[in-house]
């Protein structure tokens, strides 16, 4: 396999995304950009983006195979991570084991902005589970 060429993103030029199933975003009307993802950009390895949380909007509790980190850009909220919560404000990063469940909130007045990454080569490799 040929090393991807280096790859510079500048976030302002990527399209915000939700969640693709209706029912998901009616319920948590998060936002997402993907900024390196193998499907888009020839990079392996590593997916990141940065989300997006409203005041008073959250990630509703969910679970993926791959570990995952946040890192808080600005904004507070709190992580629930198994079964334990934590709040969350600029600087903090969050490791999230492998298979555990989790949801964010954002408890500001100031939205919550968090970049995240997998240790993947693609997003599309990363199959969500939400709780009920």
Known sequence: MATPAP??????????ETWPDPAVAARSPSRWKLLITGERTGTAG??????????????LPHRHEPEETYY???????????????????????????GATHALRCT????LFLV????RDRFDEITYHFEE
Do not use: K, M, N, Y
Request: aromatic share 6%.
């Open 7 to 16: 790859t510079v993103i500048d976030q302002s030029t990527v399209p915000w």
């Open 46 to 59: 590593l997916v990141t983006g940065i989300a997006q949380l409203a005041p008073g909007e959250h990630f």
């Open 72 to 98: 808080v850009v600005s904004g507070r909220g709190e992580v629930d991570i198994s079964d334990q919560t934590a709040p969350i404000g600029p600087g903090c990063a969050i490791h999230i084991p492998s």
């Open 108 to 111: 500001g007045s100031e939205p």
């Open 116 to 119: 995240f990454s997998f240790p």
